[in-house]
């Protein structure tokens, strides 16, 4: 036999339930040694509840598996009058065991029992006890639900929440990112003008240096078709001539200028003197007139 069938002959309780909680105590539970499982050996070697209840966790159908016998482990538990709580748990996995008898053609209810509750447990119809079953599985379902309902809930509470935050920090960093923006635009537009000034100033420059070019050119021809050194020393002789006639010329013009601006002084001088010699004649005649007028006036 294996070490679960061992710890229960030995009655090692402690131990059975700790390997009971590993994947290999669980696959345990589920061997039969002798025709009877784990659960059968616990029942008949009066295993307190908790190792019931542990067994019955690892393999629920445990319950409603025939050992030595023909007997059910309510058969055990009830022909020993085991715990009540031993005895509602086996019922409760396999209620249908209170109806079926074993091979001394004994039902679970057939043996005496001193409790009270363990003999209303065994004398009670399996069909109120399955209702019993399926209602407390259907409110447990129930419960479950709700309570998966509740954590969706609260999940979906806190993602709304987590989702506000994120909102409001993407709020803040898109207002925070605004001037940042704006700025960004406003150089984009100046780097814009800037390169439309550039490519005109290329346009120009491209241009100005073809008509540099050009001139280049004109003057290489120039250079290339132009007179000779004694046309050139012509050129300049009547040049200078021309420069020396418009330099006498000139000097002509500014003497009389000259002469002029003397003359104009000279004849502002004259119309000075002579204005206020008709100012003063004016004046003595006025002296005279009035004299006169005093004179009638006397006589």
């Known amino acids: 036999c294996d070490a679960l069938h061992k710890n229960i002959i030995r009655m090692e309780w402690s131990e059975v339930e700790t390997l009971l909680g590993t994947d290999e105590g669980k696959t345990m539970a589920k ?9 059968h050996l616990a029942c008949a070697n009066r295993a307190p509840d908790s190792t019931i209840i542990a067994l019955l966790d690892a393999y629920t159908d445990g319950a409603s598996t025939r050992g030595r016998g023909g007997s059910f482990p309510i058969h055990v538990a009830a022909q ?3 715990s009540p709580v031993t005895i509602v748990s086996l019922i409760r ?6 109806d079926r008898a074993n091979d001394h053609d004994k039902v679970p209810s057939d043996y ?6 363990c003999r209303e447990a065994l004398n009670r119809p399996a069909a109120c006890w399955i209702e019993d079953v399926e209602k407390e599985e259907y409110l447990e379902k129930v419960a479950r639900r709700r309570t998966q309902l509740r ?11 987590v989702s506000n935050e994120r909102r409001l920090k993407a709020t803040k960093l898109i207002d925070a990112m605004e001037p940042r923006i704006q700025a960004h635009d406003e150089t984009a537009k100046q780097v814009d003008e800037l390169g439309k000034k550039l490519s005109d100033l290329e346009a120009h420059k491209s241009t100005e240096f073809s008509k540099i070019k050009a ?4 003057r290489m021809e120039e250079l290339q078709n132009g007179p000779s050194e004694e046309e050139i020393k012509n050129r300049c002789t009547m040049k200078r001539s021309y420069m020396q006639g418009v330099q006498k010329q000139y000097e002509k013009l500014m003497n009389r200028t000259e002469q002029l601006h003397k003359d104009l002084q000279a004849i502002k001088v004259v119309h000075s003197q002579h204005v ?15 004299q006169r007028d005093d004179d009638a006036d006397s006589i």
């Open 112 to 117: 005496a029992q001193k409790n009270e509750i």
């Open 151 to 161: 954590q969706k809930i609260s999940e979906l509470q806190h993602a709304i929440e």
């Open 80 to 82: 020993l009058k085991l």
């Open 276 to 290: 206020r010699d008709l100012i003063e004649r004016g004046t003595h005649e006025q002296e005279e007139v009035e």
């Open 215 to 218: 001139r280049i050119f004109e």
């Open 31 to 39: 061997e039969a040694y002798k025709e009877d499982l784990p659960i």
């Open 93 to 98: 996995a396999f209620p249908e065991a209170l």
